[in-house]
């Protein structure tokens, strides 16, 4: 396939394929290496640098790095940017982005390939196990986050942008060379990341430097021991300084200042609705300021949902609502916190969930039996107790049971996988994102199944992620049809969680963002500003028409 800039002739990029997942399984030599790197890590006591223009700064301001299992226990501390550290990354986004915007192609691909093979092998542990202590997921949610997406998101993208770059437009006949000269945008890229994934954080910061454009990255201050060790990878992957600068520091300091600079050419942003709405008004306020019209992309909050027919297949149902609300304790974007169930399903549903719910083991990710983890920090945790609290206290009104509920914050902020059942499919639970471990049924009438559509459809801003479950196919066509706008990605007889890079594009549209797909040519489009190129190779030697004579 052909390659703008190259000088090395035209050579394809190497097939991507999906990361496999390991196992883990006890006595593997796998667990045993990820063990030994969880127990170097807990004694570490690390100090997180800044990094501009490569180099490692301490401003002696510092926030202290805990685990949400255990948040006793200090990680490590991390110094954070005032705004002299800001001003000085964002010239170092500047200085360097006319040497890597000259990079040629393959030699920008070939960083992230070994960005790629290192996760694979030594980088894999260290962003494992950085991400189950700081990040509170256990080994099977690090693995399919901080390796394989991670992995997935630098092999496709790289396979994605070379086909992007092959996208030409016709030059007919002999007289005329047309080009599209797939450019960087005209500034730097502002990076903002959510603590949830720690493949989203770099994806944020590596698909714009992808296609050759420097990055300043705001971290989020509950991530910062992987964010560290992916500032470590791309190092290693022979990243040139100053293409992506490491800012960790006060969100509402960091973001104000780097909002208001005049080359901002884009926003690569998750997190939740209120932040990227906030980050989007910033932009509108600066507009006359700008160079250019940044690019605004943000992949924010969901209120996702199941929606059961009276003919969905109770076996698959119930793991499918287990896990997809409750894995990685319903931090998921895309977690499952609605679910509208037919009554004729209830009684049998609810035992399985009940049984499903008591057998999962919670606590420390170090400890591989658990199959869940603390919710991030006091904030989340505080929210989902006084969530719970509000819905007890509504039992007999519009809840009319709560399975589990139970919190504990003594030693980690810890919240049982909770179902709260309500009468009103408009109960707050049921329309406001909580992002925890709390998922809120409403029982339907068998025969409400097209209202029920309707309910899912409008009642809440977010069009994220959904599920039909149904054997009768009448009822997915209805559903496919009913709730086209209701979800960015949708399941057939699925759970809402858990898309791959390369075979699920992931975004939502509506309040949930602007549904640019991260892991596929559409997200990489919006970081391209391409330039149109004419040749003439026999321009006319004389102005007149022929029918002029
Ligand atoms: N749609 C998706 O693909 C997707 C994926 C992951 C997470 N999310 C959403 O992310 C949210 C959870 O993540 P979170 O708690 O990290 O979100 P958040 O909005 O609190 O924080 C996200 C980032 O924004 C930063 N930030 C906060 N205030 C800012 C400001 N004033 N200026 C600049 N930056 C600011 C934070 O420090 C962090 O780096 C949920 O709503 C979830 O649905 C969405
Ligand atoms: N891509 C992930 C969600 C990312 C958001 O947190 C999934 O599909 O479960």
Not at 210 to 218: D, F, P, Q, R, Y
Request: proline fraction near 7%; aromatic fraction near 10%; include cysteine.
């Amino acid at each position: 396939m052909a390659s703008p800039m190259s000088s090395l002739g035209s050579s394809p990029i190497p097939t991507p394929a999906n990361e496999p997942v390991r196992a883990y399984a006890p006595g593997s030599p796998e667990r045993a290496r990820l063990e030994a790197e969880l127990d170097r890590q807990l004694g570490a006591q690390i100090e997180v640098p800044l990094v501009i223009n490569g180099e490692q700064l301490r401003t002696g301001t510092t926030q202290t790095m805990v685990m949400p299992h255990d948040h006793g226990h200090v990680t490590g501390t991390c110094h954070q940017a005032g705004e002299a550290e800001v001003a000085k990354a964002l010239q170092a986004a500047k200085d360097a982005a006319p040497g890597w915007a000259a990079m040629p192609w393959e030699d920008r691909a070939a960083i992230f390939l070994r960005a790629a093979r290192l996760l694979q092998d030594e980088f894999r542990d260290r962003l494992n196990a950085s991400t189950m202590l700081g990040q509170s997921k256990t080994c099977h949610q690090a693995e399919i986050d901080a390796a394989c997406e991670l992995v997935d998101f630098f092999r496709f993208n790289v396979a994605y942008v070379e086909r992007m770059y092959a996208e030409q437009p016709q030059s007919p006949g002999s007289a005329v060379w047309n080009r599209l000269e797939y450019r960087p945008l005209d500034g730097f890229v502002f990076a903002v990341t959510p603590f949830n994934f720690t493949s989203i954080a770099a994806n944020l910061c590596a698909a714009p430097a992808m296609l050759g454009n420097t990055v300043i990255w705001k971290p989020a201050p509950t991530a910062l021991l992987s964010s560290h060790y992916l500032m470590e990878l791309f190092a290693a992957a022979g990243l040139p300084p100053g293409v992506i600068n490491f800012i960790p520091g006060p969100a509402a300091q960091v973001g104000a200042q780097v909002m208001g600079d005049p080359d901002l050419a884009g926003v690569h942003f998750t997190g939740s609705t209120a932040t990227f709405k906030l980050l989007w008004k910033q932009a509108a306020d600066n507009l006359d300021r700008y160079r250019s019209y940044p690019r605004i992309v943000g992949e924010t909050g969901g209120k996702d949902f199941v929606v059961a027919h009276p003919s969905a297949d109770l076996e698959r149902l119930a793991p499918a609502l287990l896990r997809g609300a409750f894995e990685y304790q319903g931090q998921k974007c895309s977690a499952a916190s609605r679910a509208y169930i037919p009554e004729s399903l209830w009684p049998q549903l609810r035992e399985r969930l009940v049984a499903g719910m008591e057998a999962m083991k919670m606590g420390d990710p170090r400890d591989f039996s658990n199959f869940l983890g603390a919710v991030i920090d006091d904030r989340a945790y505080a929210k989902h107790a006084a969530a719970i609290a509000e819905a007890k206290a509504a039992v007999g009104g519009a809840v009319t049971e709560i399975l589990g509920g139970e919190c504990d914050d003594a030693k980690g902020y810890f919240v049982r996988p909770t179902v709260i059942v309500t009468t009103d499919p408009r109960y707050a639970t049921m329309v406001e994102e909580l992002f925890g471990p709390i998922l809120t049924v409403f029982v339907y009438p068998d025969a409400e199944f097209g209202p029920i559509l309707e309910t899912c459809d409008q009642s809440t801003p977010y069009a994220l992620t959904g599920a039909i479950f149904a054997e009768d196919r009448k009822a997915v066509v209805q559903a496919v049809e009913g709730l086209r706008f209701a979800a960015g990605n949708f399941y057939i007889n699925d759970k809402p969680t858990g898309a791959v890079v390369g075979q699920q594009p992931f975004g939502g549209s509506r309040a949930s963002g602007t549904n640019d797909k991260a892991g596929s040519m559409w997200n990489l489009i919006r970081w391209a500003s391409p330039r149109t190129i004419k040749e003439n190779l026999a321009a006319p030697k004389d102005w007149r028409y022929p029918f002029l004579g």
